[in-house]
């Protein structure tokens, strides 16, 4: 295997999805962010976020989670999905990436799924609420992982042995997103009784 990776062989189905997912996850960052300004500014502030009691951002803004790192986590959001929108632009414009690059971007979707899933648990057991503009992160970022990792595995960045796993995961990206959706859902709502209290 050389070290540069040819793009994959239908490379506009993966640059588009990677813009508009990257581009949905830029903007549920972003509004959470100018959120996060208005609550410092104003600590009363009326958010637009905050429907409910159930369904609301401003529990977890406030909270020490949503500083994980001592500073906002959405401010973690604009930087990498603007890295995964450049990745699509790249590949649209017929760029090619090196073995290591795409292995580095995967093992960085790898870390934001890990704290996705870490947030979803903190949200749904410990704050008792979903954050809009976390949720619209979350569907981001869970296909992302799936469809970055698949298609490593597929086109041999992985080596030639996993190909062929790579191959048969590929039909069951959308089923094991969906899957995954079900996951978080079906947790929500055993915990926290979604259905009735919307």
Request: charged content about 10%.
């Amino acid at each position: 295997m050389t070290d540069t990776q040819t793009a994959p062989r239908r490379p506009g189905i993966l640059a588009s999805f990677l813009i508009v997912a990257g581009a949905a996850g830029w903007w549920a960052a972003f509004n959470l962010t100018l959120d996060k300004f208005a609550v410092l500014e104003n600590p009363g502030a009326e958010l637009n976020c905050n429907i409910s009691v159930l369904v609301q951002c401003g529990k977890n803004l406030a909270s020490a989670q949503g500083s994980a790192f001592g500073f906002p986590n959405p401010l973690i959001g604009l930087g990498g999905f603007a890295a995964v929108i450049a990745v699509g632009v790249g590949l649209l414009a017929g760029a090619t990436f090196a073995r290591w690059f795409w292995i580095a971007f995967n093992v960085g979707i790898a870390g934001a799924l890990t704290f996705v899933i870490w947030l979803i648990g903190t949200s749904i057991f410990v704050l008792g609420t979903l954050c809009p503009w976390c949720m619209l992160v979350w569907s981001a970022t869970i296909p992302l992982f799936w469809v970055v990792t698949v298609r490593n595995l597929r086109d041999g960045v992985y080596g030639h042995a996993a190909t062929g796993v790579g191959k048969a995961l590929t039909p069951w990206v959308i089923p094991i997103t969906i899957g995954s959706y079900l996951v978080a859902a079906i947790l929500a709502q055993l915990v926290l009784d979604v259905i009735h209290r919307l």
